[in-house]
């Protein structure tokens, strides 16, 4: 079994086995493969600040609003709130809107909510799945940063968070739509610029002039040695 369907097989079966929601968004670390990782471009604030924002949204959901009427996600990056699901109408949409402008710590709001009926439990599988495919596809390309993005995924809709800059963005939008079930691409990013992500990566370390630098022998024993050219 190659990497890409080993990354789409472990990430299918994850997201299967413990029968997550539709929407639940989805930032994966780890490595599988040659996968390129690089921390969250959130401060460690703003991060909390978000499990913050959609615990009391969800709360908030939850107790104006019956899941039988209605079904409601609300996913926050960076204090930018992405509302999807399903409402009656345009009443209750903008209603979701107003009740999660009051949410502290909000920035902004990205309403998504579709006015029709509530989707099924096979829809929200569904919809997992491509999530889960959608991340195995981003791991398998090795040439994006994957878990900084987060994926929301909506009647086949797939909506896509983070910090990057044009050239991530259209890049993670290329892999996505090859991804199969994907219907529509929607970009819900910050974005920066090439010389802010050099900003956020992790500096190399530097080597201390003059110090010894360990050498294996054949043994397998280390010897000590300045460094060239002392």
Not at 2 to 30: D, K
Not at 102 to 109: A, D, E, G, M
Not at 122 to 127: A, P, V
């Amino acid at each position: 079994m190659n990497t890409r369907h080993t990354a789409t097989a472990l990430l299918s079966a994850w997201v299967l086995s413990l029968g997550l929601s539709a929407c639940a968004p989805a930032m994966f670390g780890g490595v599988i493969g040659t996968a390129m990782v690089a921390s969250d471009r959130r401060t460690s604030g703003a991060q909390v600040e978000d499990e913050g924002i959609e615990q009391r949204g969800a709360t908030a959901v939850r107790e104006n609003f019956g899941e039988k009427v209605a079904h409601i996600n609300v996913t926050s990056y960076n204090r930018q709130v992405l509302i999807t699901g399903e409402v009656a109408d345009e009443r209750v949409r903008a209603q979701v809107e107003q009740l999660i402008t009051k949410v502290p710590n909000v920035r902004s709001i990205v309403n998504e909510l579709g006015i029709g009926p509530v989707s099924s439990l096979g829809d929200r599988s569904t919809d997992s799945l491509i999530t889960a495919r959608v991340k195995a596809a981003m791991i398998d390309s090795e040439d994006i940063f994957a878990n900084v993005y987060k994926v929301v995924t909506e009647r086949g809709t797939v909506y896509l968070m983070g910090r990057v800059t044009q050239r991530e963005a259209a890049r993670a939008t290329e892999i996505v739509r090859g991804v199969p079930s994907v219907k529509r691409v929607v970009r819900v990013f910050e974005y920066i610029t090439e010389d802010e992500l050099k900003a956020l990566q992790p500096k190399p370390p530097k080597e201390e002039s003059g110090k010894p630098t360990p050498v294996m022998t054949g043994s397998g024993a280390p010897l000590t040695t300045n460094s060239p050219g002392r």
